[in-house]
Each structure stands twice: as C-alpha cells, then as structure tokens.
C-alpha cells in the first residue's frame, strides 16, 4: 500500500515513533493554536482547569448593587450594599480524535520529515475547527434573540441581515448597560454569506472604516456603531433536524447516479432518520429518498434524481434542509458584551503518539500506530442579557 493511500496521520517518521522532542515541538504547536487562533474564546471569562484538585469549573456572576440613592446623615454609618454573586458551575468535557498508519508506509516512506508538519497541521485544524463548532453552537442557544425586518420568528424570516437591525440590536444592548467585549467595542461573529448581504447596504458604505488599523482582529471587516465584526465562517447556521444525535452536518466523499457516499458512519437509526428529507448541498436543495447504513466512506444517501450532471464533489458539506420559511437556511450573528460567557481547556490540548508495535498482543505484527489530539473544553453563557443573536436569511445571488 502506498504512502497516498493511508489514512493521514504525522508519526510516519520511523518505527520508534516519534521523539519526545519532536512530541514536544508539536504540543506546542496546538497549544499556540488554542491561545491565538480560536476565535471566540478571546472575549470570554477564561480559568484554568485545575489539575489534581476538582472537576469542576466555576464562574461568578456578580447583580449591580442597588443605586444609594438616600442622602448620608452626618456621623451615622448607613448599612453596607449586600453582594448578590451567582456561581455558574459546570464539569469540562474531554475531547479528541487520530489517524492510524501502517508499517508499510513506516517502512517505505522515502523522506517523511516534511509529512509530518502537513500531518500535524491536519490535526491541529481538526481540533480547532472541534471546538469552534461547539463553540458556535453554545453561543447560538442563547436566550435574546432579534429576527431581521419586522419577523417575529425564525419560521416568519424574509429579510437578509441590515444595518438597521444591527443598530436596534446595539441599541438594546446598551439600554441594558452593557459594557463592551474588549473594553471598547462590542463584537459580532458574522457568516461571510451575511457579509455579503450586509456589504450591499447602502448605510455600510461609510460607517465602517477605522482611524487606526493596527488593532484588527483576525477575519475582521468592519466597525459600525461600537461593533467590531469578524467574519467567521463557523457562525452557526440553523438548519432544521440534526441527521442524527452526533451530526447536523455530512461530509461528501464521492457521488455515483443517485448515490452520495459519505465520510461519516451511519447506524440503521441514522440512516432511516435521513430518509425522505430534504437537504442543502452546494447551496442546492435535494431531497434523500433513502440512505443505506455503513462504516465511513462506505455509508450512502440516495437523491431522487441523477447526480451526474451536479456540481457535488468530495468535501462538500451535505446540511439538513428544513430551517426558517421554506427550508431556507437561517442565520445567527452573535453580538457580544462583556462577560457573556465562560471559557476554559486552552491549555489541555495535547498530541498524543502510540508508535507501531506499542499496542503488545493487541498487535501481534507491529503493523499499526496512531497519532491524534486530546483536549478539555468547558464553553458555557454566562449572562444571555450580555450578549443577542441577530437570525437573517442569507443571498449570495
């Protein structure tokens, strides 16, 4: 088997595995990755999880004091303010995922040093892209919701994201006395499809250029009253029904006729709850007439029609399809204040090798090793008055 057919993975350097300096190296990797590229945790309250004491994690949340309001008398001490602190508690979950190699690719691999960066890059964007995710869908669960135009509901949306909807969702914020995100702005996570809606506003023309560019944030794109927004292609998108408890989302690895074989694995419960609904893929509407249950790459959905003349190609994401008004997809713009939410693991994220012939009797030939991430992740809102989701219809037409 040649080295293109493997599943991917970094320790391919050699038998032994790898080095601990090498293991080293690529700790630090995706523990600099955690620091500097997730992008939501920047603006939340933020603890260690501590190691060897408790499995909880906590954060306070301390009430405004009363105003005082009555005037002091002279030399008599009024009665102090009473603190009012609620402690949002809660236990981190432990994530992860590997890729496994063969002892032939360990053994014919010509110059594999190179790979390995590559292989480690994949895992890296893999935990990160984990965690974005879960991030996005724990700040789409929030409470304080405004819809776009004059909808009522996610089910009554027809309008597309304006800055007359972001000025009323500002404005709310600050009603309620909310301080900024980073001590100045406000922050908003936006899908690029609703930057492509927002841009074509006339009102955004102006109002979103900067007197001083040096503080921009990764994927940043504009300020607009007291509002920093960063594009965020992970910002959430209501969909409709998970296709099951594990995926709201399916990843295409080929099509054939009618067919659409798919990356994950399917259980029979799976596969029946996709049947006869509809999907989203390539911004095309499909209906899934039926699908067939199967480990990963040989799991299939069926289409009721002819796929071949489709723009469908491997990586594609395949999305439920019954979201707001017609099945359209819906989606969120989170706008942040401070100490919204809660956050920590950054520090837990390790690489983990188990090189070929580690596993003993459980691999009698040496014929296999792994590579993979591991974290801790606790992500939870604090205050929901502290932060609102904006929900809009998107179109990139």
Same mark, same amino acid.
């Given at each position: ?7 991917? @993975?970094?320790?391919? /350097? *050699? ?22 590229? =997730? !992008? ?12 060897? !004491? /408790? !499995?909880?994690?906590? %954060? ?5 004091? +009363? ?24 236990? +981190?979950?432990? %994530? ?17 040093? &190179? ?43 027809? @309008?597309?994201?304006?800055? !007359?909807?972001?000025? #009323? ?6 009603? @309620? ?27 955004? #023309?102006? &109002? ?5 560019? /040096? ?7 504009? #300020?607009?009253?007291?509002? =920093?927004?960063?594009?965020? &292609?992970?910002?959430y998108v209501f969909r409709g029904i998970p296709f099951a408890a594990k995926y709201d989302e399916l990843s295409v690895l080929r099509k054939d006729g009618t067919k659409i074989y798919i990356a994950e694995t399917l259980s029979t419960d799976d596969a029946s709850s996709i049947t006869n609904r509809p999907v989203w893929? *390539? ?57 919204? %939410? ?12 188990? &090189?070929?012939?580690?596993?003993? /009797?459980?691999? +009698?030939?040496n014929q296999r090793g792994t590579v993979g991430w591991k974290a801790y992740r606790f992500f939870k809102i604090i205050e929901q008055t502290k932060m609102l989701r904006i929900e809009s219809l998107a179109n990139t037409n």
């Amino acid at each position: 088997m040649t080295p293109t057919e493997q599943n991917l @993975n970094m320790n391919n /350097t *050699n038998s032994r595995g790898m080095s601990p300096l090498m293991e080293s190296v690529l700790n630090r990797i995706i523990l600099d990755a955690n620091k500097t590229e =997730r !992008k939501y945790t920047k603006f939340g309250q933020k603890v260690d999880i501590p190691k060897g !004491k /408790t !499995k909880t994690v906590a %954060f306070d949340k301390l009430s405004p004091l +009363p105003k005082a309001t009555t005037p002091l008398t002279e030399g008599v001490t009024p009665k102090g303010g009473a603190v009012n602190i609620t402690r949002i508690k809660g236990e +981190p979950e432990q %994530f992860g995922n590997y890729v496994s190699y063969t002892d032939q690719l360990d053994f014919f691999a010509n110059d594999p040093s &190179p790979e390995i960066l590559k292989y480690t890059e994949l895992l890296k964007e893999n935990q990160l892209e984990t965690f974005e995710h879960l991030d996005a869908m724990e700040l789409a669960s929030g409470l304080n919701v405004f819809y776009a135009g004059e909808a009522t509901s996610r089910s009554e949306l027809t @309008n597309v994201l304006t800055v !007359k909807d972001v000025r #009323r969702a500002v404005t709310s914020l600050k009603r @309620n006395k909310v301080q900024p995100a980073d001590g100045k702005d406000f922050i908003a996570f936006i899908h690029p499809d609703v930057v492509f809606n927002i841009h074509n506003d006339p009102e955004w #023309r102006q &109002p979103h250029t900067y007197s001083d560019t /040096t503080e921009l944030y990764s994927g940043e794109i504009g #300020r607009l009253f007291g509002v =920093r927004f960063i594009e965020d &292609p992970d910002a959430y998108v209501f969909r409709g029904i998970p296709f099951a408890a594990k995926y709201d989302e399916l990843s295409v690895l080929r099509k054939d006729g009618t067919k659409i074989y798919i990356a994950e694995t399917l259980s029979t419960d799976d596969a029946s709850s996709i049947t006869n609904r509809p999907v989203w893929i *390539n911004g095309k509407k499909y209906t899934i007439t039926s699908a067939v249950a199967g480990e990963n790459g040989e799991a299939y959905l069926i289409a009721n029609k002819s796929l071949d003349n489709e723009l469908i190609e491997a990586d594609m994401k395949i999305y439920p399809g019954e979201g707001g008004k017609d099945g359209e997809p819906v989606y969120g713009t989170i706008i942040l204040g401070k100490n919204a %939410f809660g956050t920590s693991g950054d520090k837990t994220a390790e690489i983990i090798s188990k &090189p070929i012939g580690s596993a003993g /009797t459980g691999d +009698p030939l040496n014929q296999r090793g792994t590579v993979g991430w591991k974290a801790y992740r606790f992500f939870k809102i604090i205050e929901q008055t502290k932060m609102l989701r904006i929900e809009s219809l998107a179109n990139t037409n």
